[in-house]
């Protein structure tokens, strides 16, 4: 059976796989419906509706944050210590869809807390991680 880590990671690529499309997708509805040239798209959306802006970041978000919660991941599989990230890796992954659908689906301060209240869970499970792999590793 694979194990949670395994599938945590691979949820956290597709998550991030699943923002990028979407967002080229309604990039490319706008270049079709010509109310936009295409060589005119910025990587933050600056010139695009709001909505498209918190689109770019959310992605954004997700790939700066896949080196470190992604790296704890394929470093627990890598050294087999799967014992160690199993038990939060869905929590982890649970937290980051949340926390992505929160910063999509509002800029108020509501939100914006709700939002960091995700990603501080994701720090503790990471910092969490971090200790126990280290333990284990030197003893």
């Given at each position: 059976?694979?194990?949670?880590t395994?599938?945590?990671?691979?949820?956290?690529?597709?998550?991030?796989?699943?923002?990028?499309?979407?967002?080229?997708?309604?990039?490319?509805?706008?270049?079709?419906?010509?109310?936009?040239?295409?060589?005119?798209?910025?990587?933050?959306?600056?010139?695009?509706?709001?909505?498209?802006?918190?689109?770019?970041?959310?992605?954004a978000?997700?790939?700066?944050?896949?080196?470190?919660?992604?790296?704890?991941?394929?470093?627990?599989?890598?050294?087999?210590?799967?014992?160690?990230?199993?038990?939060?890796?869905?929590?982890?992954?649970?937290?980051?869809?949340?926390?992505?659908?929160?910063?999509?689906?509002?800029?108020?301060?509501?939100?914006?807390?709700?939002?960091?209240?995700?990603?501080?869970?994701?720090?503790?499970?990471?910092?969490?991680?971090?200790?126990?792999?280290w333990?284990?590793?030197?003893?």
């Open positions: 059976m694979t194990s949670s395994a599938i945590a990671l691979t949820g956290f690529i597709g998550w991030t796989l699943v923002l990028l499309i979407l967002m080229e997708l309604l990039r490319g509805r706008l270049v079709v419906l010509k109310r936009i040239p295409a060589n005119e798209f910025k990587p933050d959306n600056s010139n695009l509706s709001p909505f498209m802006q918190r689109l770019a970041r959310t992605h978000n997700c790939v700066e944050g896949l080196p470190l919660f992604g790296g704890l991941l394929l470093l627990a599989l890598a050294i087999d210590l799967t014992s160690i990230t199993d038990p939060l890796a869905y929590a982890l992954l649970t937290a980051r869809i949340a926390q992505s659908i929160l910063h999509l689906a509002s800029p108020s301060v509501l939100a914006v807390n709700a939002r960091f209240g995700c990603f501080a869970i994701q720090l503790a499970i990471a910092v969490y991680w971090v200790i126990q792999l333990r284990t590793m030197v003893g």
